[in-house]
């Protein structure tokens, strides 16, 4: 049996920063910049696909740590993506915000992630929306969201589940994709007049 919390008993949550500019190629601040777009594609952020960005502002930077979950904060949909990687100093934008988790014998990050991916939980979340053009989801009330929580092993059964039916959708999209390059030879083939 699962029960909802509200986020802010589970996690601390920050905004990201403005960048100045645009990520580039020239920075040297060793700082890489993550923003809204680089956590569609993926649950897993890969800074080896983020472009470098400077510091400007006073202090050190709080950049992301092992184990946070980043939430897109702007748009129809808040796609969120874990962070695991222990040496990437990665600085994420002002559209997004980072929950880290309090205590993970209570929920699990990847589990954490993994529900506010949930279709329940998006539908929930753009409840919570503000603003007309671009709708937004704030600091302040993603704090008050509530999500269920069952027992840790009861999640961890759930992310074996999803690892595996993940596998299982790469290997299946891999047979489509070969499959396809088949038979595009097979229709040059006809279309060429070539009978073999």
């Known amino acids: 049996m699962s029960n909802?919390?509200?986020?802010?008993?589970?996690?601390?949550?920050?905004?990201?920063?403005?960048?100045?500019?645009?990520?580039?190629?020239?920075?040297?601040?060793?700082?890489?910049?993550?923003q809204i777009g680089d956590i569609r594609a993926s649950r897993v952020i890969q800074p080896s696909?983020?472009?470098?960005?400077?510091?400007?502002?006073?202090?050190?930077?709080?950049?992301?740590?092992?184990?946070?979950?980043v939430l897109a904060a702007k748009g129809d949909r808040n796609f969120a993506a874990m962070f695991t990687d222990k040496k990437a100093m990665v600085l994420p934008s002002s559209q997004l915000l980072v929950l880290s988790v309090k205590n993970d014998r209570k929920i699990l990050p990847n589990f954490l992630c993994w529900v506010l991916n949930l279709e329940s939980t998006q539908r929930s979340l753009a409840e919570y929306h503000t603003g007309t053009n671009i709708p937004?989801?704030?600091?302040?009330?993603?704090?008050?969201?509530?999500?269920?929580?069952?027992?840790?092993?009861?999640?961890?059964?759930?992310?074996?589940?999803?690892?595996?039916?993940?596998?299982?959708?790469?290997?299946?999209?891999a047979l489509i994709r070969n499959?396809?390059?088949?038979?595009?030879?097979?229709?040059?083939?006809m279309i060429n007049g070539v009978d073999k």
């Not at 929580?149 to 596998?167: G, K, M, N, T, Y």
């Not at 499959?179 to 097979?186: A, F, I, Q, T």
Request: glycine share 6%; hydrophobic share 35%.
């Open 136 to 173: 937004s989801l704030s600091k302040k009330v993603l704090l008050d969201v509530p999500i269920p929580i069952p027992p840790i092993q009861v999640q961890e059964a759930v992310l074996r589940l999803q690892s595996l039916w993940d596998e299982e959708r790469k290997l299946t999209d």
């Open 179 to 189: 499959r396809e390059k088949m038979l595009n030879g097979v229709y040059q083939r």
């Open 4 to 34: 909802k919390v509200q986020i802010q008993d589970i996690a601390t949550v920050r905004t990201g920063y403005s960048f100045r500019k645009d990520p580039s190629k020239t920075a040297r601040s060793g700082l890489l910049g993550l």
């Open 49 to 69: 696909r983020l472009s470098s960005v400077d510091w400007h502002g006073s202090g050190n930077p709080h950049v992301l740590e092992p184990g946070d979950v």
